[in-house]
């Protein structure tokens, strides 16, 4: 799981395989590019990260680690290139989120090696305490949360409770000693994207407890609703020339055609129930569906491997047969066969496809 956080002019993305990297957001028109900078002191996946803009700072909290989740905070400084351990949280999470709201640092929820937790924690950047104090608790348990700050407000919204996403939305103001519930989100989320645009806060993506998400939500107000954003519809590509004159052709056109590839029956002596009680004596005969008409080749009769086929078209009609020895196919008519004591033939006509 990767964390990103805004610091400056740059977008800041700490990986789970223990590297940092910054993106210059006014050079990502013109080509901006991903730098590595000073590997974290230690490897993580689901950490929270938060940036503290005013003194140029970035913090890595928590995390899973070694089949437990961490206490570990660290800071990093992008004028030096290098990170500091910070004061540990009280409580290991992993999955927690983090943000700087009123001149602290801020964790929500998450996880510890077993169970969710509502618990929060706050650091003062200030420089009056050196140590993580309980803050007021999220109004239920849960991991994977979103949060961000908001017109003044701390804003949790979404997670997972363990067995379910949820759609609950909390926001905590200044001073206030417990979180009030907020407008629900439309879609329940696990671990969605949320950021503020232009007063507006966005929930984008996220897991809703069958599938994942690629639909964004924005709340105007906090005491709105939220609102779906309509997407686009996705482009679709032009359907090649031949696939076009394919499904273009009527079913009355296709059945012209296979007709046009054979030759009639040229003798009425041959009639559709002597030529099928010829081919009821064929073993490993195979069919195969072509077009409107089902072709009925191969087998062997009377002890020799021969080539037979014959072809039904719509509602049963017969629109030709063709018997060629195993060697070759023939293309003249091959003498007439006899009929046997039983009155079945030993052979058929040859009648070919062109």
Do not use: I
């Amino acid at each position: 799981m990767t964390g990103f956080s805004r610091l400056f002019d740059s977008v800041w993305s700490v990986s789970r395989v223990s590297r940092v990297s910054p993106h210059v957001s006014q050079d990502a028109a013109g080509g901006g590019a991903w730098r590595a900078r000073a590997r974290l002191p230690l490897a993580r996946s689901y950490a929270a990260a938060a940036a503290d803009e005013a003194r140029g700072q970035l913090y890595v909290m928590g995390g899973w680690a070694g089949g437990r989740s961490l206490r570990a905070v660290h800071r990093y400084s992008p004028a030096d290139d290098r990170w500091a351990e910070a004061p540990p949280l009280l409580t290991g999470r992993s999955q927690c989120a983090g943000v700087v709201w009123e001149d602290a640092l801020w964790v929500f929820g998450g996880c510890d090696a077993w169970n969710c937790l509502a618990s929060t924690e706050r650091l003062p950047l200030d420089g009056r305490s050196a140590a993580w104090t309980e803050g007021p608790a999220l109004p239920t348990a849960r991991r994977s949360v979103g949060a961000a700050v908001w017109r003044g407000l701390a804003v949790a919204a979404g997670g997972s409770a363990g067995s379910a996403s949820l759609r609950a939305t909390a926001l905590l103001a200044p001073g206030a000693a417990a979180w009030r519930a907020g407008p629900e989100l439309r879609r329940a989320r696990a671990a969605p994207a949320l950021a503020e645009l232009g007063d507006v806060l966005y929930a984008a993506g996220g897991f809703s407890g069958k599938e994942f998400l690629a639909c964004v939500e924005c709340l105007y107000e906090p005491d709105g609703e939220w609102t779906t954003l309509c997407a686009p519809p996705a482009p679709r590509a032009p359907p090649p020339a031949a696939a076009t004159a394919a499904a273009a052709e009527t079913e009355d056109a296709r059945v012209s055609r296979c007709r046009s590839r054979v030759r009639p029956q040229r003798s009425a002596e041959y009639s559709r129930s002597r030529l099928f009680a010829a081919g009821a004596q064929r073993r490993g005969v195979a069919g195969r569906l072509v077009g409107p008409s089902v072709a009925d080749p191969g087998g062997t009769h009377d002890r020799r491997s021969q080539r037979y086929a014959r072809v039904v078209g719509p509602a049963g009609t017969r629109l030709a047969s063709c018997c060629t020895s195993t060697s070759k196919f023939f293309s003249r008519r091959a003498p007439r066969s006899h009929l046997d004591d039983n009155g079945d033939f030993e052979g058929v006509d040859r009648h070919f496809l062109h």
